[in-house]
Structures are given as structure tokens and as C-alpha cells.
């Protein structure tokens, strides 16, 4: 079991980075012909990546190459449950990605369309969904495919 975790950090206990907003970078797929784009901001944990990682390895099994384009840089903090106010900052609880809307976070290549569509629709069930419920935006993520966006 890989657990995503940065080697080496500057800081132990960065500021909160938001989500919100669009993506600067990673918007476009580079390396697959096809991926997962996520519509909504959200923060990733290190153990959503990896379930999403172990559940596109089930479906690909050797046909197919997979790169995941996130990785959790950022540390969250949590303080126990019970414990009064001050006495600083909390240890860290887990690891995050942000990914803003707009970001794609999975490409795949060597295989066909329906593997593809399949392994990329059970990952987004291991993803976050925000609880906010936007009327605009039906889905929390989009496959996209590299030959129908040209």
C-alpha cells in the first residue's frame, strides 16, 4: 500500500489554500487520450487517490497505462475531539490535493472507449462531491475524450 505523502515540506503547517475558483494549469490532457476533469473545487485526501488508483488498476488490469495528475501537497490539521480552544495549532490529520474546477486529474491511454469510460465512471464514485448543491452543474466530474475535443 502507497500512501501519497510529500517527502519533504518547507513548512509543517501551510495556510488553508482554497479551492474555489478555475484551474490555472492541468486543464488540457498532455499525456492520455482520455481523463477525468473535475467540475467542482474540492480538496482530494491521499487515501481517495490511492482507492481511485486501485480501482482503475482493476479495470485496466495489463492493457491499459494510467498517470495520475495530482498529488497531495498539502497537510490539513486537526485538534482531538474534547479539547479546549488554544494551545496552537493541531497535529496533521491527513494529506490533501486541492483541485480546482477545471483540473484534470486522471489520463489514461492504450485503451479502448468503453474501458476507459468504465474505470474513469467507478473512480468518481471513490471522489469527493461537495454537499453544496449547484443547479448549474449536474456533475461533479467529466470524462473527456482527446479526439471528440478536436
Not at 502507497?2 to 509543517?12: D, E, N, Q, V
Not at 474555489?20 to 499525456?31: D, P, R, V
Not at 471513490?126 to 448549474?136: C, F, G, I, Q, Y
Request: net charge positive.
Amino acid at each position: 500500500m502507497s500512501i501519497l505523502t510529500p517527502k519533504k515540506t518547507k513548512f509543517r503547517f501551510p495556510h488553508k489554500i482554497s479551492y474555489e475558483g478555475k484551474a490555472k494549469g492541468n486543464k488540457e490532457l498532455t499525456w492520455g487520450e482520455y481523463g477525468l476533469k473535475i467540475q467542482v473545487g474540492a480538496w482530494i485526501k491521499n487515501n481517495q487517490i490511492e482507492a481511485a488508483r486501485k480501482v482503475m488498476v482493476r479495470f485496466l488490469r495489463k492493457g491499459g497505462k494510467m498517470r495520475i495528475s495530482i498529488f497531495p501537497h498539502l497537510s490539513r490539521t486537526k485538534k482531538p475531539l474534547e479539547v479546549r480552544m488554544g494551545s496552537g495549532k493541531g497535529s496533521i490529520d491527513n494529506w490533501v490535493a486541492v483541485a480546482k474546477n477545471g483540473t484534470i486529474m486522471f489520463e489514461l491511454k492504450e485503451v479502448s472507449k468503453e474501458v476507459a469510460h468504465q474505470a474513469l465512471k467507478a473512480v468518481t464514485y471513490k471522489l469527493p462531491k461537495n454537499k453544496k448543491e449547484d443547479k448549474n452543474i449536474k456533475y461533479h466530474y467529466k470524462i473527456v475524450d482527446k479526439n471528440e475535443s478536436k
